[in-house]
Nanobody, 127 residues
């Protein structure tokens, strides 16, 4: 059974930075894709960024230029560097992984394509 463990969330002032990490355990081979989603209070879960095994990266328009997704392939650990944070970035951030090869270039933003999820790490940005 795969477990995804997120870390790095916290409280930060607007304009500040945080780096989230996600480390999977319980598998002996790497994921095909990993991604970050977030859910703000009272809102639906939304796509933030994704990284495929091809090294292709994808971002939501709302975070382009501010967030950077990266992956340490040796550790299969996913990172999300978040800069110039805004109050509207406040949310519970979830790590997701595709170990079945379901994610493609056309559906990286589709949460249903990911088969494992972490418990989430909270990010709060104060104004």
């Amino acid at each position: 059974q795969v477990q995804l463990v997120e870390s790095g969330g916290g409280l930060v002032q607007a304009g500040g930075s945080l780096r989230l990490s996600c480390t999977p355990s319980g598998r002996t081979f790497s994921s095909f894709a990993m991604a970050w989603f977030r859910q703000a209070p009272g809102k639906e879960r939304e796509f933030v960024a994704a990284h495929r095994w091809t090294a292709a990266t994808y971002y939501a328009d709302s975070v382009k230029g501010r967030f950077t997704i990266s992956k340490d392939n040796a550790k299969d650990t996913l990172y999300l560097q978040m800069n110039t944070l805004k109050p509207e970035d406040t949310a519970l951030y979830y790590c997701a992984a595709d170990f079945s090869g379901l994610v493609h270039d056309s559906d990286y933003h589709d949460a249903s394509r990911y088969d494992y999820w972490g418990q989430g790490t909270r990010v709060t940005v104060s104004s």
